[in-house]
């Protein structure tokens, strides 16, 4: 029990568990298994955004393009399936190509801050903006349905093995690859030194802009694959389907723990964080709260959720001497 | 010395991009100028008044149409019915509006199109009172305004073209959903694009009244709820409302990626005989949920005869004509005049089902 309450992804993991406590009350809908197969379902895109997040506000960075980026993707597979057969092999090619073109762009952000050295905020708002007025320009807003779409793309969108979505097994794998990566990995080591003290991570041989350049390519990468689980998951390419998703996505990376300011942040905590956002927007409903309340309810827990954080935090850290690179996942 | 020549070489190249950027505009809509001559000549007097805050360019004269943002399919058709009217009616049409719904944005776009001396500006607000200043001074400098699409303060405006009557869309989107039931009792959600937008709150009120009027058993089971005119959100939260409410009906979704989500979720859960939906959606957009039934009907009007009707009013007021109730506009069909002289109503609401959603391409 200590140890559970020492985890730092104790203090969302608490406030959770409450909620769902009382949901579980207030709605017998709510602890169904189809019911968080839904919300996880629902949630994929978003928590495999905040996972690429998390590495980058650990680097004390930030990617405000992350929404457009995507949309750029999901774009680029809507104009892909034009040209492909209606078989298996391209689907394969989608999850080739789909990533591919995330880490070309997310690389380009990558450049700007660790050549050129500008601001990742800077860098990602001008990206965003270039990224989403391209995509205007090219698709005109244009709305593609599900009829467009080759069968077999629509065929793996629906496939579910032992009753659970494909979406769910491959926010898993996105999950547990990154956790992977920033525990056992030389590379993810790297993100938690730089974010906990740049300066001496330098000193001590840590390539910066390497690991800079990285994680920027990583959430390119898992923007790719965001796309693939956002078009299979409205059967539907909208260029305005991801507009302001970013905020969301930085709103869970914070909730689950990471410090803004680097350093601090894991894999757990963000899930967590997604977990968080997602069953306070399905319980409103079932709950059955009044329209009006529900952002006033869905403010008040964030506030509550990260300022016992904060306090939490603060707490350990009277308690220890200042040490660098604090220990993350 | 390096630094100052590379700093140099970057302002130049930046200025010739910028350079190269503008007069590609301009020379856009001097194109278009030539093509609408006929537009301008009768009204020169406002135009040369305007032309003279611009250098010598040929552009202007004619109508402007500025939508809320351009680059979104609804807007798009629009677009295609003005650029059509300009080229049956002879007058130059510069379509052109900001890329997001931003206030601050259309208001530079307006003050652009003054600068080019049009005759007629009309506008689709995306907030009515941040455009109040710089239609009084498209009005000052002699320029015609109207709205259309979203109406702006009344008392400015020339004339205001609306697309169809608020109460008469949400009682009729009401009635169609009642008619896709096939029950006068049961219980049914409505979804909204987001509780601020004025229109999408007017249909619903209008429709809450056919409602309560009509069919006194026709229970609304929760509070409009919000869906950031976001598909994907409103399928989650229609999948969340058929999980709480299994008796659940019907589904009333205003805005147009509100009904497509909430179709998706009834198609996916394989309800589309226990739950009709109804809304107003664009029928390319809502085929694939029209055909199987899982989107009963999508009820909208025309955008193209929408963007049709607002250049050719444009016309006549430039023309010093005002539209007359009951008057037939070719192309788009009889209009109708409100009592105050310059409200405008297209038309009544026009239904897409299975049968005629492909005949559309918008």
């Known amino acids: 029990m200590k140890f559970l309450l020492k985890q730092k992804e104790f203090s969302v993991l608490a406030i959770v568990v409450i909620i769902s406590i009382i949901l579980s009350f207030v709605s017998p809908v709510f602890l169904t298994v189809e019911n968080w197969l839904d919300i996880i379902e629902g949630n994929a895109v978003i928590g495999i955004l905040a996972i690429g997040m998390t590495l980058i506000i650990i680097t004390s960075d930030i990617d405000v393009s992350v929404a457009a980026l995507t949309t750029a993707v999901t774009v680029s597979i809507g104009y892909l399936f034009q040209f492909l057969p209606d078989s298996w ?16 762009l997310g690389s380009f952000n990558g450049l700007l801050v660790s050549k050129i050295k500008i601001p990742a905020i800077v860098v990602t708002l001008g990206t965003l903006n270039i990224f989403s007025g391209l995509v205007l320009y090219i698709t005109n807003g244009n709305y593609i349905n599900s009829t467009n779409f080759p069968d ?5 969108s629906n496939i579910e093995i032992a009753g659970i979505p494909i979406l769910i097994y491959l926010f898993a794998l996105v999950a547990a690859g990154t956790w ?9 080591r790297s993100v938690l030194a730089i974010g906990g003290n740049a300066q001496s991570s330098v000193r001590v041989g840590i390539n910066f802009e390497k690991v800079k350049m990285f994680v920027f390519s990583y959430m390119g990468f898992l923007a790719g694959i965001a796309a693939i689980a956002q078009t299979s ?6 260029p305005n389907g991801l507009a302001g998703l970013e905020l969301t996505v930085i709103a869970a ?3 689950g723990g990471a410090n803004i300011h680097g350093g601090r942040g894991s894999i757990p905590g963000t899930l967590l964080g997604v977990l968080l956002l997602a069953i306070m927007q399905n319980g409103m409903i079932l709950a059955r709260i009044d329209t009006f309340w529900q952002n006033v309810v869905t403010g008040a827990i964030i506030v509550i959720a990260v300022s016992y954080d904060e306090i939490n935090h603060r707490r350990n850290q009277e308690k220890l001497s200042n040490i660098d690179v604090k220990e993350a996942s | 010395m390096k630094k100052l020549w590379l700093s140099l070489t970057v302002v130049i190249v930046g200025l010739i991009l910028l350079t190269g950027c503008v007069s590609e505009q301009s020379a856009g809509s001097g194109d278009s100028g030539e093509g609408g001559g006929t537009g301008s000549e009768e009204t020169s007097g406002n135009s040369e008044e305007g032309n003279s805050g611009e250098s010598g360019s040929d552009g202007g004269g004619g109508v402007a149409v500025v939508p809320k943002l351009v680059g979104i399919p609804y807007f798009n058709a629009s677009e295609t019915g003005a650029e059509q009217a300009g080229e049956d009616l002879g007058v130059n049409v ?9 206030a601050a944005a259309q208001v530079k776009v307006i003050e652009d199109l003054i600068s080019q001396g049009m005759d007629t500006i009309a506008v689709a607000p995306n907030d009515p009172a941040s455009v109040e200043p710089v239609l009084k001074k498209a009005k000052e400098e002699g320029i015609n305004v109207m709205d259309w699409d979203t109406p702006a303060d009344k008392e400015l405006v020339d004339l205001s073209i609306k697309q169809v009557d608020d109460e008469e869309f949400g009682r009729h989107m009401a009635e169609k959903l009642v008619e896709a039931m096939g029950t006068e009792e049961g219980k049914i959600a409505i979804l909204t694009g987001g509780l601020s937008a004025a229109n999408l709150n007017l249909w619903i009120d209008a429709a809450k009244s056919e409602l309560e009027e009509n069919y006194p058993d026709i229970e609304i089971v929760s509070d409009k709820i919000p869906t950031e005119e976001k598909q994907q959100v409103a399928y989650q939260k229609t999948l969340d409302l058929l999980k709480s409410y299994p008796e659940l009906d019907g589904v009333l979704a205003v805005s147009t990626p509100a009904p497509l989500g909430a179709a998706q979720a009834v198609q996916e859960e394989g309800l589309q005989d226990e739950v009709s939906v109804v809304g107003s959606a664009l029928p390319t957009d809502s085929e694939p949920f029209l055909e199987d039934g899982s989107l009963d009907t999508a009820v909208l009007w025309n955008p193209e005869k929408l963007g049709y009707l607002t250049v050719a009013l444009g016309k006549m007021l430039a023309e010093g004509e005002m539209p007359e109730d009951g008057q037939e506009i070719e192309n788009v069909g009889e209009i109708t005049v409100k009592d105050d002289g310059k409200t405008v109503i297209m038309g009544p609401p026009q239904d897409y089902t299975k049968e005629n959603a492909s005949d559309f391409d918008f």
């Not at chain 1, 391209?90 to 880490?103: H, Q, R, T």
């Not at chain 2, 510069?94 to 931003?102: I, N, V």
């Open chain 1, 233 to 238: 998951y409205t059967s539907a390419i909208d």
């Open chain 1, 152 to 156: 077999s793309f629509m065929a793996f």
């Open chain 1, 180 to 188: 992977f990566i920033l525990k056992y990995t030389l590379i993810g």
């Open chain 2, 94 to 102: 510069e379509y052109t509006g900001p890329t997001e719904a931003d």
């Open chain 1, 89 to 104: 092999i391209s689907v394969v090619l989608i999850f080739l190509i789909a990533p591919l073109i995330g880490i070309l």
């Open chain 1, 253 to 255: 990376v914070v909730l």
